[in-house]
């Protein structure tokens, strides 16, 4: 009987492996946003951040939805403990994934809000379909609806031109 179950182990562990294959989970503490959707992001104990560039979202080119999108993830990320899902890498070698955190208005609920999804649904990043993201189907459709709700509201950078406001007050 013992030897069913050690001859089992190898087995149960290669499925285990390959159901988690295409992400590759971490904890880390976000100590930098850039420009491009990404975020330097520290191990615990590393001297060193990692660049994580956050996958199928691009920001606005357009100013002042940049700048507020750019201030929307640092709301979310800046000095906080996250889980970064990665789902590949780019070009240049960054860690291609989605940033999970903790929401503001539920500080017990763990790292329940992927910043990406956030962005979109308010209407600050767009959705760059790529069927090579590493995103899974479920991803893609819930990245793909919240631009689209974002762009029904006239939500952040959708709202047309002549609403944008010029005086960098905080309205979204």
């Not at 149960?12 to 390959?18: D, I, N, T």
């Not at 979202?57 to 800046?78: F, G, I, N, S, Y």
């Not at 017990?108 to 959705?127: E, F, P, Q, V």
């Amino acid at each position: 009987m013992i030897f069913r179950t050690l001859a089992l182990l190898p087995l149960c562990a290669a499925l285990a492996f390959a159901a988690d294959a295409g992400e590759r989970r971490f904890d880390c503490t976000v100590v930098a946003i850039h420009d491009d959707a990404s975020l330097g992001c520290r191990l615990p104990g590393a001297n060193k951040a990692l660049r994580i560039q956050l996958n199928a979202v691009e920001l606005p080119a357009a100013e002042p939805w940049r700048r507020r999108a750019r201030e929307a993830l640092e709301d979310m990320l800046l000095g906080k403990s996250a889980t970064i899902r990665e789902q590949g890498r780019d070009a240049r070698f960054r860690i291609l994934g989605a940033a999970w955190v903790t929401p503001a208005d539920c500080p017990t609920c763990g790292h329940t809000l992927d910043a990406g999804l956030a962005l979109l649904t308010i209407g600050l990043a767009s959705w760059r379909d790529a069927p090579d993201s590493g995103q899974t189907a479920e991803a893609r459709g819930q990245y793909r609806f919240a631009e689209e709700e974002a762009r029904a509201r006239k939500a952040g950078q959708w709202r047309p031109r002549d609403a944008a406001p010029r005086d960098g007050s905080p309205r979204t």
